[in-house]
Every structure is written in structure tokens, then in C-alpha cells.
């Protein structure tokens, strides 16, 4: 039997990436890996999956297909359009669209997006999900650098810091994940 994902979609279509967000001390980074696997061979290793949205307002990575996630990067950067400073408004409706319309459906991604006052986890199943503790991962090592960063969380490193560590944690596990990260942060309202 295979493994399935959230979206009830096979568990390899999501191998090739770790992205990771978390919120602490003023700041909300995002951090991405750089690898991009076909199966067992890496294909590049300085992928930029992280980027800002937008007017840079919004900072989002994804993981899963490339031009999947460009299509939903696009999609909810029209929604922002439509709904400036209101992310969760503009992530339920990207959500529902996602749910709803038959080409969207098909898009295999899930997508981690952070503005100055909320983080959310999208997937293709319509959720759209706050992370607990300001800390979320996603990929085929974001359940590692979840974990590295809930054990560093307490500490004195900063948010970058933590995102860091917790990324090259990932890297030494998990075989889809390298260390040439791409991070953006923004300044939140804590």
C-alpha cells in the first residue's frame, strides 16, 4: 500500500523539497531547500521556492510540482489583489478555487505563505491551516525541521537562526533535501 499525503495523492509525488516557516521575536521567516529531484536524481540544487508575493508583503514557499505551485503563487497573488492586507481571506478563496475548479484540482502542491501578522499552510484538499507555535514544515523533510525547530524554539536563537538550523537538520536526513536554502523574512507586528 502506498503512503498518501493530505490530498490523497501517492506520498512520492511530494519528495524533492523542505520548506519551513517560523514566527519569533518580531520576525516571520520562510526557508527552502534548493534541491529539485526526478526520482532518485537530482535534477538542480539551487532552486528558489521561497519568494515574496505580491508587493513582498507576503512571503511564501511550496513544495511539490514546480509548475503547479507557480500556478497557485500566481492564483493567490490575484487574490491578494482582490483582497489587500486580508491573507487568510485571500488563502480560503484561493482554497475554494483550489477545491472547486476542475484544471486547479489537479495541482499537486501544498504551500506555506506568512505576512506580518499570520502564517498559513495551504493545501489541495481546501485547508488552510495556522501553525501551531508559530512553526510549520512541509515536504519530504519538513516533518525533520519541524522538529530540530520546536526543540530550538526556547532558545536565544533568533527566527532566521532557528530556520537555519532546523534546514540543515533536515539536509543531514532526508535524501531530496539539500543545503542551498533560500530565505525571505518580514518584520510582524509582535
Known amino acids: 500500500m502506498q503512503n498518501m499525503n493530505s490530498s490523497g495523492t501517492s506520498e512520492s509525488l511530494w519528495h524533492g523539497t523542505t520548506i519551513m516557516t517560523v514566527r519569533k521575536g518580531g520576525k516571520v521567516v520562510v526557508a527552502g531547500d534548493g534541491q529539485v529531484s526526478l526520482g532518485n536524481t537530482v535534477i538542480k540544487a539551487n532552486a528558489h521556492k521561497v519568494r515574496a508575493l505580491g508587493d513582498g508583503g507576503v512571503i511564501g514557499g511550496f513544495a511539490g510540482a514546480t509548475a503547479d505551485a507557480f ?17 487568510k481571506r485571500a488563502c480560503v478563496e484561493l482554497a475554494k478555487d483550489w477545491r472547486t475548479d476542475r484544471y486547479l484540482r489537479r495541482l499537486e502542491a501544498m504551500m506555506i505563505v506568512a505576512d506580518k501578522s499570520e502564517s498559513l499552510v495551504l493545501t489541495g484538499t481546501g485547508d488552510v491551516l ?8 512541509i515536504g519530504s523533510g519538513g516533518n525533520y525541521a519541524l522538529a530540530a525547530a520546536r526543540a530550538l524554539i526556547d532558545t536565544d536563537m533568533s527566527a532566521e537562526d532557528i530556520a537555519r538550523k532546523a534546514m540543515a537538520v533536515a539536509a543531514e536526513i ?17
Open 71 to 87: 500556478t497557485l503563487f500566481e492564483r493567490l497573488e490575484n487574490k491578494l489583489e482582490r483582497f489587500p492586507d486580508q491573507l
Open 130 to 137: 495556522e501553525p501551531e507555535g508559530g512553526l510549520m514544515g
Open 174 to 190: 532526508c535524501v531530496f533535501t539539500n543545503d542551498q536554502l533560500v530565505v525571505e523574512s518580514l518584520d510582524t507586528d509582535a
